[in-house]
């Protein structure tokens, strides 16, 4: 059966320090990839998808950046981390052809103070 | 582009009363329609999903939602709320490619 695992589960970090949030699937190939944020008192915003190896797509300009260097990997890092940069943060997949279903991880809870 | 608009930031209801949760889309084209129900600290679980067909889709945990395309809803209900169905729920919409779109979602509080 395919899994998510998403880490680390909270993490409280000071402005101005770098950012990796790491996310990967097991039991599937070539799944569309998403990073999602939770703002407290706001909805989901999609922030990144990915249908491949290399592939990003940003969907709001902003400190954030994703990358996959692996099918099953998903990134998401800051060089500098902003407040505004605290959130609710998920990563979630599709199965390709099946995009309709998102699969979410248990998100990380980031604390920038 | 397509948006979601959920009326009611918070819904409180009594233990064995209707659950009715709005939802309403934007979109260009025929959406695809979801509700995700997410419980604290964790991540979102699909309730339920319109793709085509019947507008009356059934779901988890008795939960079901009606497609009005004439008036742009997707409603989510329930007969009888049950204590454990205290959640943060969330509509969401797709047309049909790799974004899905989320409404700002909707606290259920469940009073004993």
């Known amino acids: 059966s395919q899994t998510i695992h998403q880490w680390p589960a909270t993490l409280v970090q000071p402005v101005g320090s770098p950012l990796s949030l790491e996310c990967t699937v097991e039991?599937?190939?070539?799944?569309?990839l998403y990073w999602y944020r939770q703002a407290a008192g706001r909805g989901l915003q999609l922030l990144f998808y990915?249908?491949?190896?290399?592939?990003i797509s940003s969907e709001v300009p902003q400190n954030l950046s994703a990358s996959r260097p692996q099918d099953r990997q998903f990134i998401l890092s800051s060089k500098k981390l902003l407040l505004s940069d605290s959130g609710f943060y998920l990563c979630?997949?599709?199965?390709?052809?099946?995009?309709?279903?998102?699969?979410f991880g248990s998100g990380t809870q980031l604390s920038v103070l | 582009a397509q948006s979601v608009t959920q009326l009611g930031s918070h819904v409180s209801v009594s233990e064995g009363a209707l659950v009715l949760l709005r939802c309403n889309y934007s979109?260009?084209?025929?959406?695809?329609l979801f509700w995700y129900v997410q419980y604290p600290n964790q991540g979102l679980q699909l309730l339920l999903k319109?793709?085509?067909?019947?507008?009356l889709v059934k779901g988890i945990n008795g939960f079901e939602a009606e497609f009005k395309k004439s008036e742009t809803s997707f409603h989510l209900t329930k007969p009888s709320a049950h204590m454990s169905d205290a959640a943060e729920y969330f509509c969401?919409?797709?047309?049909?490619?790799?974004?899905?779109?989320f409404g700002a979602g909707t606290r259920l509080f469940v009073k004993a």
């Open positions: 979630a997949w599709s199965v390709q052809g099946a995009w309709e279903k998102l699969f």
């Open positions: 039991g599937t190939s070539n799944p569309n």
């Open positions: 990915s249908v491949g190896i290399g592939q």
């Open positions: 979109s260009s084209v025929p959406p695809y």
């Open positions: 319109y793709t085509t067909g019947a507008t």
């Open positions: 969401a919409v797709s047309e049909k490619g790799f974004k899905t779109i």
